[in-house]
């Protein structure tokens, strides 16, 4: 079985905070590789300001270059929307695969907005990664005061392919504070440098136009 810790979002624009913090979770959890989820369209994020998919895919693929990270927009192949749908489809796809879903602590604070976020969370185990600014408003969110009865220490970390979900371990980071929200700000058309870029998904082997 592999150890796979699965990152979601709309990397627009993927950077070297995303590495950063997908490198630890890979040390901290004993993982075999990170997999970006560069989602077709975030639900929650207005489509307004979103890059094309192949320019983010194609930035995410050249950010996480030589590192055991693969960036793929596997839910547009998979058809899948929300993450609770994207979670039971990789499992059933991939059953070879030990799946832990990988979160900052500003998508923790705003969990409860997701769609069926309890299934998430009976699904596959989560571990959330510090982010300067967010704990506060994470540790008191509605979806944690949920999840509060499940975490796990983090000195177990290494042992999660054991736990029966809903289970939720909180790992320490350094503060990182590289966002997309200030890449974008400083260069709106950051994806033009992409837009004849060809990219290949690493886990469909398909063209993604």
């Known amino acids: 079985?592999?150890?796979?810790?699965?990152?979601?979002?709309?990397?627009?624009?993927?950077?070297?905070?995303?590495?950063?913090?997908?490198?630890?979770?890979?040390?901290?959890?004993?993982?075999?590789?990170?997999?970006?989820?560069?989602?077709?369209?975030?639900?929650?994020?207005?489509?307004?300001?979103?890059?094309?998919?192949?320019?983010?895919?194609?930035?995410?693929?050249?950010?996480?270059?030589?590192?055991?990270?693969r960036a793929s927009a596997i839910e547009r192949q998979l058809g899948t929307r929300y993450t609770v749908d994207s979670v039971g489809a990789l499992a059933r796809r991939y059953p070879r695969h030990d799946f832990i879903w990988l979160m900052g602590a500003d998508n923790l604070a705003q969990f409860g907005a997701w769609r069926d976020w309890r299934g998430i969370a009976r699904q596959m185990s989560i571990a959330v990664i510090a982010r300067p600014g967010y704990d506060g408003d994470a540790h008191g969110s509605a979806a944690m005061s949920?999840?509060?009865?499940?975490?796990?220490?983090?000195?177990?970390?290494?042992?999660?392919?054991?736990?029966?979900?809903?289970?939720?371990?909180?790992?320490?980071?350094?503060?990182?504070?590289?966002?997309?929200?200030?890449?974008?700000?400083?260069?709106?058309l950051w994806h033009r440098e992409y837009e004849d870029t060809r990219v290949r998904d690493p886990l469909t082997r398909r063209l993604v136009v």
């Open 1 to 69: 079985m592999s150890k796979i810790g699965l990152l979601g979002g709309s990397f627009n624009p993927a950077h070297g905070g995303h590495r950063a913090i997908s490198l630890f979770a890979l040390r901290a959890l004993g993982l075999d590789q990170v997999w970006w989820l560069v989602s077709p369209g975030n639900p929650l994020k207005p489509a307004r300001g979103m890059a094309p998919l192949p320019a983010r895919l194609a930035r995410a693929r050249q950010v996480a270059r030589r590192a055991p990270i």
């Open 146 to 188: 949920w999840l509060r009865r499940f975490v796990r220490s983090p000195r177990q970390s290494r042992d999660w392919t054991t736990w029966r979900p809903p289970a939720l371990v909180l790992l320490r980071f350094r503060p990182d504070p590289r966002s997309a929200t200030l890449l974008r700000q400083a260069d709106p």
